[in-house]
């Protein structure tokens, strides 16, 4: 490489790539990544948000580990990241395949199956909460007129039904969204495969094990971190359909971490829940990462 | 190009927002409550507005409502950044005294007098508002006891008295549960909603005593006393006996979903503070036609006398910041909050102002008078525990009290976790 | 030839059942929000309204309906343009020149996906304070383009990757700067991940709830979760009502999408996350 100091001053390699990254960098630093420390450090005290802050070292860590609404919280979290992962991604291929089909409607199909994840979660929170509703909800209105009302559940209401309730509404906002993901990648594997097996003779079935869900791979595993981040820290629906009630039996940490800060103010142990919830789904997204960018390097995977 | 675009659409923006966020006011003071739904609070404190604004052209009152869930929420985040409003509202009790000791609430008592609107309001009422005798907060709007209201129509309808014990409360339930009506609206995603309850019969079983002495820690007093354990046991009776309708653990009283079962003839009985009749008033004015309440039932061998009544003398207390830079108009404010006009309006809309002593004269309504001297007449009014208790033990309360609810807890599970906590809070490990 | 039309009636069955479950819900909402508050208490959920009531869209709009909506377009447009800027730039360099930190760089914005938005709420709440724009729409941009750069970086990347590199070499063969080569090579190149990138932030930011929750107060400052949040409480008696907030504030992104859906179904697609 030729000497660099023609060159003016701004257009030196490491000033340019400076340059192109700052902005970035610097919305990121601000507002992402700043942060983390600060809210560590707000997890070494007692503080009440308004009043002072009284330094107690690892106090709040100490009783994270025996509270136990943060680990029903924690299993809260986990049993949305595996349904999650075992009924969005499925429905999101099955319905991406429909639409990529030559079936005679997709065109409608593909405008109607795409509106759940249009609407905001807070308007589908509140849209679900007239659906579930006990006396004049249309669940169970609808229960009552095909003459199931033996199958009533208390779907907001009961501890043990209330999380899986919560969790369906989730998924009837999430699946169009891997619907399109799927749409995509689908989109892009050549007809010349599809044309080959055809002329080999085998099955529909067979040609999605084969040939399909093999190359849709990456996607897959793309789509399995993204719903895996996406329930760890998920807030929002939870927040406006049942406020992880009753007796936090469909609390999630992101839910408790706001109630304890903001409800309760105690900011510090928010701070504390905060900390773990984020430490919790970076060591998992981690792990996750390793496991299939592995698989897929062994496999011969795409990049 | 994009980059041009972009800039453009920033500064367009900017200027946007600038323009519309000057006002050409002398003064401004903030004012924030809960009051989002049409009705008493809310038309009054409009009200007040307007007149005042009229009097001091020069000043503007912005007023924020916030709705309930998110007050304590937003008000607190606000006073940790130095961000308070001028005027705010709240409960009294607790989590005053928390604003309070964090130096944001401005001590009014000596501007109370000077503006001589000391006298406007109840001496019992300020009590919950002071700290000592210094007026931190005044009570506006409402002075309020739990009633159980009901529909006389239905009672009529399947001849049924009104329960003056908890024995006749089962046999009525019973009747209703028959002819399919559910007992009580209840909706108790809330929670305050279902404390009610348990308060009324804690107090029925062991007379007011046994929540002031577990309260104060003193003769023996402890939430763990068969006063709290009976109060479980009838609770959770009353649940087995289907009292509630169904998928009450989730409903949400802000939003209506208890009253909507009274209004569709769903249910006969309804345990709230005395303002539900404002509210009722203002959503459904022709059912007030068939709709009288009674006081919650006594306990056979019970030690509480079964007159006593749960509530508040003040439900509201408006505040004035400590930073606020024009406390001399905000105190005049108040004043506007608790004049004779604010009296008409509060008593027009069914609420009783908790202002003087002689408020029984400006009513007219008969049912309005009866409510008056229900909430009024009785010798001992139990205050909310939840406001009562300090804000981390009151959450207890209100959590045990939910978990006894939906029969997740034992009576005895439910007090002691109560007197634990009660006795870490005060340190008597 | 039975399996065959027994296949194609399950795939049918498949279908219309999936119809109703994702159709039937905005249904529901839509007939209710014409019903009176009383009438939708009496008669069953499912029954038409017995005549249509447009007053409760009168009462929405009247309640300052068009002033969330001119925020949130504001808000929104404004953040994604952002976001495409700054976004590309990273990306460019990320993806196309080699040096020393690139993979780290990289990494750090990638890991960003995974950090949850809840754990920054209070410092980033005592940021915008020091700023002086608390409660202002400008304090929403901020951390809107914070936390749409993760996953922009990581399509963009992914797609500027397999950009010729030919391309770039004959610009660059040209005398083209490194700014020349953004603007007249990368990006009308790369127009399709920009579109993803911009749909997918736009769907977020225009439904983002929590930020606007903690940092806007004024009513005239709101956006249009905020107001349909504060709707909620304000007139949680009338459901009718309600859901006549709810079909207003999803009225806007759906009616894009009805006419631009070819385009959007596009941008959605082609630039999407691969492997």
Redesign the interface.
Known sequence: MKGLDHLPWY?R??V??SL??A???F??A???????P??FY?SLFRW????ERVFIGFQNWRELTQDPIFWRALKNNVTLVVISILVQLPMGI??AL?LTSR?R?RKL???????????????IG?????????????LN??LE?IGRSNW?L??????KV?LYSVINAIN?QFI?FYM??F???L??IPDELYEAAKIDGASAWKVFWTITLPLL???V???AI?SL?GS??Y??LIH?L??G???HASELM?TY??KR?????R?GY??TV??A??TI??VL?MVFLRATRCR?YEGG??? | MLKRATMCLFVISLLLGMSLGVYAQDINLTLWHIHTNVGAAQNTIQDAIRRFETDYPNVKIEEVQIINDEYKTKLMIAMGANDEPDIFMSWGGGPLETYISAGKVWDMTDALVEEGIYDNFLPVALDLGSVGDRVYGVPITNMVAALVFYRTDIFENLNLDIPTTYTELLEVMAVLNDNNITPFALANANKWTGSMYYMYLADRIGGPEAFYKAMMRTDGGSFASEAFIKAGEYLQELVKNNAFPRGFQSMDEDLAQSRNLLYTDRAAMYLMGSWAWGTIKAENESLLEKLDFFVFPGVDGGLGDPSNLVGTPGDNYFSVAQKCEHKEYAIKFLGYLSDENAVEMLIANGHIPPFGEDIGSKIDDPMMKKLYQAVSGSDAVQLWYDQSLPPELAQVHLDTTQALFGLEMTPEEAAQTMEEAARRYHGEN | MIQKSLKHLGLYIFAAAWFLISFYPFVFMVITSLKGRMEFLIKPVWAFPEQFLYTNYIRVIEGGFFRFFFNSVSVSVISVSIIILVSSLASYIISRVRFRLSSLVYGVFVAGMMIPIHITLIPVYNLTRALGIYDSLAALVGPYVAFSLPISVFVLVGFMRDIPLELEEAAVMDGASRMQIYTKVVMPLSKPALSTVAIYSFILLWNEFIYALVLLTSKHNWNLTMGLWNFHGQYSIDIPLIMATLTLAALPLILIYFFLQEQVIRGMTTGALKG
């Open positions: 257009r390699p490491g340019t790539i192109f990254l902005p970035a960098l919305f990121f601000l507002y992402v990544l700043a942060p983390i600060v809210s707000y009440d948000g308004i009043g099955a319905l429909l079936f409607w199909l593909k405008t109607i199956y795409v509106l759940p994840y249009l609407m905001s979660a807070v308007a509140m849209l679900w909460r007239y659906i579930y509703e006990p006396t004049f909800g249309l209105m609808f007129a009533i208390d779907w907001l209401g009961d501890p209330v009837w169009p399109l993901l749409m995509a990648a989109v892009g791979w990456p996607t595993t793309n789509a993204l981040v760890l820290k807030f929002d406006v049942s406020g009630g009753p007796s992101a971490m706001y800060s903001f409800q309760h103010f900011m928010g701070s905060a900390v919830l984020f789904g970076f997204s897929e995977g795409k990049r």
